[in-house]
């Protein structure tokens, strides 16, 4: 088990930028694929961005390609995620997550360790 804050979030305008972190309070990062999770008020829970244990390999959602980028420090214990020109739609609770077993999982049900979402709105 990982214990994983998430910080980073606010409110911004549109096309405006943020760069969300995700520490592990307790635990190291550096055994586990991560991956970005984004909700919405009565939506799923949406993939966006997944990461191999190692940094060197990624999966990100179409719906956000080329503008949101996930990377990792693993002697930082911390993952990332920078998100560029910033879209009304990306309104929602973002959470980063954890997995030891599933390559890139893009599932929510395949991630066990989560952390308690940092909100993020964008004005236009």
């Known amino acids: 088990q990982v214990q994983l804050v998430e910080s980073g979030g606010g409110l911004v305008q549109v096309g405006g930028s943020l760069r969300l972190s995700c520490a592990a309070s307790?635990?190291?990062?550096?055994?586990?694929?991560m991956g970005w999770f984004r909700q919405a008020p009565g939506m799923e829970r949406e993939f966006v961005a997944a990461?191999?244990?190692?940094?060197?390999?990624?999966r990100t959602a179409d719906s956000v390609k080329g503008r949101f980028t996930i990377s990792r420090d693993n002697a930082k214990s911390t993952l990332y995620l920078q998100i560029n020109t910033l879209k009304p739609e990306d309104t929602a609770v973002y959470y980063c997550?954890?997995?030891?077993?599933?390559?890139?999982?893009?599932?929510?049900?395949?991630?066990?360790?989560w952390g308690q979402g940092t909100q993020v709105t964008v004005s236009s």
């Open positions: 990461i191999s244990q190692g940094g060197l390999t990624t």
């Open positions: 307790e635990g190291s990062l550096s055994e586990y694929v």
């Open positions: 997550a954890a997995q030891k077993y599933v390559y890139l999982a893009a599932s929510p049900r395949q991630y066990e360790n």
